[in-house]
Each structure stands twice: as structure tokens, then as C-alpha cells.
């Protein structure tokens, strides 16, 4: 049986112990806060519930920086006014600069790698990407490779028919109730050259579909699915995106050991993040 978030009071908590880690902040494996550069587009959701709520900020991590790729974003002065450097590199004027297209991907490692030199001054051991709408090249994953993390909009544990997962881009949820999902969640994973198909780590609690979705497929009434899939990812980021990010950082601050190798996904293990804040052990994928 499923967990309704609408049936807890109060938002979930933030910054409780994580389970299976016994020590104190000052006994992290690196011996310093982890230092974490967020990328965004539009907003960020979550980012200043992250920064206002979690006590383990500035002990087991800190936010060094926020790049955007756009000129601004929703959040950026309540961020900044929160001691985090933000960073516009719009994709929309390097691709104006260069006479490309925003979707051009041959274009992309170039842009990449003036992201990359934005990073350098902060140094950051891990990137973190929040509600950022372009795909990352190998400028990017080569530099930080196994230490690039994205909370996406749809639970990739559900696999299909040939073990991948099912619902992954921009339209995901839209496509998970196009397809008769009764739920959806959010999912933190390593990013890969494969847009979402990197291991999972962290699933948020189930949001259940309304009903007016099934009315909608059975009447294809697509402008009232896409208006269910747009309220139904506006309700998992606006609920779920500040106690994703904590949890996210919060397990990899205890897990990482080298600031240039990998993150070792057993070593972080799988967990669901329940409505009041807490961990519990994700199951296993099923064939994988």
C-alpha cells in the first residue's frame, strides 16, 4: 500500500541522521564539507528550502555556486542573499553568439566547457543539477565523471520491456499518465551519456495521479493531460525538490571518499525518502 503525501501534515522534515551512519559531521570520510555547484535553467526548485532548513550545510557540505542557463532564475536573489555566487551562461546568447541552434548538441560541448571554466574558481567536488533543461556533453561528465547527480521528474526504476527506463526527458510525466501510471515519483540518479539511465539512488515518495488523467486519456483530451501532467510535476517540485536535494547531499557528503574518483553507488546505497523525512531501504530492480 501506497503513502499519500496529502495525508501528512507540515512539510518533511530536513537534516535527520541518515541511516546506517553513525558518526558526527566532524567524522565525514573527506575530512572537509563537500563543496557542491548546483546547475539550473529557469529555477531551482528546492535550492533555498536546502539552503534555509539543513543544519548539515557548512559541516558536511556547502553550496559553492549556482550556474543558470539562462540569464537569471526564479530563485537567484533569495539564493544569493543566502552567501551562494550565481553564474548566468544562457544558452539562448552563446547559441545567438555562434549562429546555432539552442537544440544543437554538436554545439554543446563547446558551451560545456565555458561551463566548466565558470566552475574552476569554486572548485567543486560534485555537481548537482536542479531542474536543468539541457543535456550535459562529455566536457562536463569526463570532468566530474561519476559525480554528476540529477533529481528527475519521474520514478526510473520502472523499467520496459528491454530493462531500460521508461519514462525519462523532459515529458516524462506527461508520459507516465499518457500511459496509465497511478503514481509517479522523483528520482535522484548519477548522470550517464544516457539521459536519464544512470544508477538510481534516491526515489521520493509516491504522488498519487488524480483521476481527471484517466478522464482525459478516455476522451483524448490532450490539452486537460497536459494540463494534469504540468500540475502533477509542479506538485512533486514545489513538495518534493527541497527534501530530494537535502537527502541527496546530505548521503553523499558521508559517502565520498576522493574528490576526482567516482561515487561508489553501493557505498550510497538505494533509499526511498518518505513523506516525514525519514529513509527507508529502496528494493532492488527487478532483472538489473
Known amino acids: 500500500m501506497t503513502r499519500d503525501p496529502r495525508a501528512t501534515t507540515g512539510r518533511p522534515a530536513y537534516g535527520g541522521p541518515v541511516p546506517g551512519d553513525r558518526r558526527e559531521s566532524k567524522g565525514r ?42 540569464d537569471t532564475f526564479a530563485e537567484e536573489v533569495r539564493v544569493e542573499r543566502r552567501g551562494v555566487p550565481c553564474l548566468p551562461h544562457s544558452i539562448r546568447r552563446y547559441s545567438l553568439s555562434r549562429g546555432t541552434a539552442v537544440s544543437d548538441l554538436e554545439a554543446r560541448p563547446d558551451y560545456d566547457r565555458i561551463t566548466l571554466e565558470l566552475l574552476k574558481p569554486f572548485n567543486p567536488d560534485v555537481i548537482l543539477l536542479d531542474d536543468y533543461l539541457l543535456v550535459l556533453t562529455a566536457p562536463i561528465l569526463d570532468a566530474f565523471d561519476g559525480r554528476v547527480l540529477n533529481i528527475h521528474h519521474a520514478d526510473l526504476t520502472v523499467r520496459d520491456g528491454d530493462g531500460a527506463p521508461k519514462y525519462v526527458g523532459l515529458s516524462a510525466v506527461r508520459d507516465a499518465l499518457l500511459a496509465g501510471e497511478c503514481e509517479t515519483r522523483a528520482t535522484t540518479h548519477m548522470v550517464t551519456e544516457q539521459v536519464d539511465n544512470g544508477p538510481v539512488m534516491l526515489r521520493s515518495w509516491p504522488f498519487p495521479v488524480p483521476p481527471v488523467a484517466e478522464w482525459a486519456r478516455d476522451r483524448n483530451a490532450g490539452d486537460v493531460l ?7 510535476r509542479e506538485w512533486m517540485l514545489r513538495e518534493a525538490w527541497g527534501p530530494m536535494l537535502t537527502r541527496t547531499v546530505e548521503l553523499v557528503s558521508r559517502a565520498i571518499e576522493d574528490p576526482k574518483r567516482p561515487l561508489n553507488i553501493s557505498t550510497l546505497g538505494r533509499w526511498t525518502l518518505e513523506p516525514d523525512g525519514t529513509l527507508t531501504p529502496d528494493e532492488p530492480l527487478v532483472g538489473v
Do not use: F, I, M
Open 226 to 232: 497536459r494540463a494534469a501532467a504540468w500540475a502533477q
Open 29 to 70: 570520510k573527506l575530512g572537509r564539507p563537500v563543496k557542491v555547484a548546483v546547475l539550473c535553467s529557469h529555477r531551482a526548485p528546492g535550492l533555498v528550502q536546502l539552503l534555509n532548513r539543513d543544519p548539515h550545510r557548512g559541516a558536511d557540505y556547502e553550496v559553492v555556486c549556482c550556474v543558470t542557463s539562462s
